[in-house]
């Protein structure tokens, strides 16, 4: 399959097209400040923003699946920066949704639990949409455009990703406004023996970016279409979380301290109970989503 991966050099896209490279698909991969190199695919350049390079690059590649990882996803940055959120989160993917369209290509969308407002959980694909802040409400609406274009799309909506990334080896911050995520934060801080505060109050299904690229490349070969809930099997709180990650990497637990959101007093409000039913996509894709211990794991195996 010939396969177009937009934020290659983000932590999902990176995994994704190392994965595709290994299963012999043709692949090709986009970085904005990142540059990347991924043996066995072609990179380029490319801000999702600019509609003509877009339109170009499809062009020119004709890929007839692309996953579109690329996304301003800080969720506080979001909310301070609502128009920057807007043009990257609703027009870059309006851009690389209405591309795809043009050379019939399919498109596979990464969207996030924060659709949701947190009251209900255990989300299905069928539970009402609410976002709570201003980046789920961009996530929200780039979902309704890939709805309302006649385009055969796929939208995986996913919950905190995590996994070695790219940074961790280029150092390089990325556009997205993210170079950390929670595992690799957690275990900096236990390893120089600093304690950290964890909410209790915040209850997501905790994402392996490799076991989430494996299903995407799964879907990418499907012909379903239509919105998954993709994500771990887990349904645990932050604080939980990070007991686990000092219990499988052998970190001292005693320097992870339980608070709450409203200690916290982000720019952005969180939904409180996110964890997503993932049962529709196991059946319909044949895969299996690991649990946190089985996902922390894997990764406590692959440490650079
Ligand atoms: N991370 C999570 O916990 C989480 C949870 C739920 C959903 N999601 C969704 O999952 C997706 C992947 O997340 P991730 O953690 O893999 O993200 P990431 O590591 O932060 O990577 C984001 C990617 O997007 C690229 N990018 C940012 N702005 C761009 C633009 N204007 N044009 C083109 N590319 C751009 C970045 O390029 P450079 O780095 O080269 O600048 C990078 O390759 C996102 O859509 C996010 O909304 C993430």
Not at 97 to 103: F, G, M, P
Not at 156 to 183: C, D, H, Q
């Amino acid at each position: 399959m010939k396969i177009l991966i937009i934020g290659g050099s983000g932590l999902l896209g990176y995994k994704t097209a190392k994965l595709a490279v290994k299963l012999n698909h043709d692949v090709f991969i986009t970085y904005l400040l990142r540059p990347m190199k991924i043996e066995g695919s072609t990179a380029f350049k490319l801000d999702k923003c600019e509609r003509d390079s877009v339109f170009s690059l499809f062009e020119k590649v004709k890929p007839e699946v692309v996953i579109d990882t690329a996304a301003l996803h800080n969720v506080n940055y979001c909310e301070a920066h609502k128009d920057e959120a807007w043009k990257v989160n609703v027009e870059g993917t309006r851009n690389v949704a209405e591309a795809c369209k043009k050379i019939n290509g399919k498109m596979i969308f990464i969207s996030t639990d924060y659709v949701f407002d947190g009251k209900k959980g255990f989300y299905n694909e069928n539970d009402e949409p609410n976002p709570l802040n201003y980046y789920g409400k961009t996530k929200l609406e780039a979902e309704k455009i890939l709805r309302s274009l006649e385009l055969e799309y796929l939208i995986a909506r996913t919950s905190v990703i995590y996994g070695w990334n790219p940074s961790e080896i280029s150092g390089l911050k990325s556009s997205s406004g993210k170079s950390m995520n929670f595992v690799i934060w957690t275990l900096k801080k236990l390893r120089n023996k600093e304690p950290v505060q964890i909410v209790t109050d915040q209850f997501s299904s905790p994402t392996l970016a490799d076991n989430l690229a494996e299903v995407l490349l799964v879907m990418a070969s499907s012909n379903k279409s239509g919105v998954y809930h993709t994500a771990g099997k887990s349904c645990l709180n932050r604080y939980e979380f990070a007991l686990k990650i000092a219990e499988i990497f052998n970190l001292d637990k005693n320097l992870i301290k339980p608070t709450t959101s409203d200690v916290f007093k982000q720019v952005a409000e969180r939904p409180k109970r996110c964890c997503l039913d993932v049962n529709k996509a196991e059946k319909d894709f044949g895969v299996k989503f690991l649990t946190v211990e089985q996902g922390l794991h894997e990764m406590k195996k692959q440490e650079p």
